[in-house]
């Protein structure tokens, strides 16, 4: 499913070199670091785009369930080195993803290794020493606004009405959904704070993502990234080893975390932020909360809240405002 785009991806390419040629038409390789382009389709969520979502919001919304299992025994570098080992393994797997990039856009690949990557992987974790996947997971929810609001920054324009609505109304809705669970759970400051980082950054990098991939795809971009990552992660891996215990459930959760959370679901997300634009595609977030309350009704007998309920048919209002046509210029 996340390889849909690929047809897109191609037709778009003629484009990208004319517009290279002709300084008349803009420039795709801009000077500026911190750089974001719109989506490549601004009209409203089609097949691809929804289930694009759907994937994404499967995949991402079960890797709090995986982190928590593997900071039982794992240090958090550990972890992030497990996960980012192997994602960027399966990348590997496809000859898509070994596609040449132009050596000026390596900055760009570089920081989206950084901080879409090496730095929230680690944070993650140490948050959820700290504090429940639920709460990291409703506090996650803030990603959509964070990208809202750098690409109303970079694009120098503000979303539609309807599209700020549905971000507004999704982020309620995930805040109901997620806060009967965070009642019952423990709170510091300081996981609240490092989550609020790592989504500072992701708010960034789904924005710098979009130019990359409507330039190559999401492959070769997202191997590229992940193998930066790795090598900013590794001396952290490496003095945190003593720290970490070997056990089989933690092991074993590495696997779906990092084969489809930081694998697959990257590149899910990467073509959907192509296509629709980093405000809209990062609504996947808000379905993180639900994922995360369904599955811990399948494998540990919780029970859902009437105000769960309530919160997620506001995400799915929130989530159709916003997959709407984009307003004309």
């Known amino acids: 499913m996340p390889f849909l785009g690929r047809k897109r991806e191609e037709h778009l390419r003629p484009v990208l070199r004319?517009?290279?040629l002709d300084p008349n038409v803009g420039p795709t390789r801009p000077a500026r670091l911190l750089h974001t382009s719109p989506g490549s389709r601004p009209e409203a969520f089609g097949p691809v785009e929804w289930g694009l979502l759907v994937?994404?919001?499967?995949?991402?919304g079960s890797s709090?369930?995986?982190?928590?299992?593997?900071?039982?025994?794992?240090?958090?570098g550990v972890v992030a080195f497990a996960r980012l080992s192997l994602g960027a393994g399966t990348l590997?797997?496809?000859?898509?993803a070994r596609t040449r990039v132009e050596a000026e856009d390596w900055r760009r690949v570089a920081a989206l290794g950084v901080l879409w990557m090496a730095v929230p992987?680690?944070?993650?974790?140490?948050?959820?020493?700290?504090?429940?996947?639920?709460?990291?997971g409703m506090l996650n929810g803030a990603v959509p606004l964070f990208s809202a609001l750098f690409a109303a920054i970079l694009l120098k324009k503000l979303p539609g009405r309807g599209q700020?609505?549905?971000?507004?109304?999704?982020?309620?809705g995930v805040v109901a959904i997620a806060s009967p669970a965070v009642g019952e759970s423990s709170f510091t400051a300081v996981g609240v704070l490092l989550i609020l980082l790592a989504v500072f950054l992701y708010?960034?990098?789904?924005?710098?993502?979009?130019?990359?991939?409507?330039?190559?795809?999401?492959l070769p971009v997202l191997l590229r990234a992940q193998l930066v990552a790795l090598a900013a992660v590794t001396p952290v891996a490496a003095v945190q080893l003593p720290q970490s215990q070997?056990?089989?459930?933690?092991?074993?959760?590495?696997?779906?975390?990092g084969v489809f959370g930081t694998g697959v679901a990257l590149v899910a997300m990467t073509n959907l932020a192509g296509r629709a634009g980093a405000a809209r595609g990062s609504i996947a977030i808000y379905f993180l909360p639900l994922v995360a309350v369904i599955l811990g009704v399948i494998f540990r007998d919780e029970t859902i809240a009437a105000l769960s309920l309530v919160g997620t048919a506001l995400v799915l209002g929130g989530a159709w405002l916003t997959s709407r046509k984009e307003p004309s210029a």
């Open 18 to 20: 004319q517009q290279e």
């Open 55 to 60: 994937a994404v919001s499967f995949m991402w």
């Open 64 to 76: 709090f369930l995986f982190i928590a299992i593997g900071v039982d025994s794992f240090a958090p």
């Open 92 to 96: 590997a797997l496809f000859p898509r």
């Open 121 to 136: 992987f680690v944070l993650f974790p140490l948050a959820e020493q700290r504090i429940s996947s639920a709460l990291a």
């Open 164 to 172: 700020a609505a549905g971000l507004v109304l999704g982020f309620v």
């Open 203 to 218: 708010g960034i990098s789904f924005n710098l993502a979009v130019p990359l991939q409507q330039r190559y795809g999401a």
């Open 246 to 257: 070997w056990s089989w459930p933690s092991a074993l959760a590495m696997l779906p975390l």
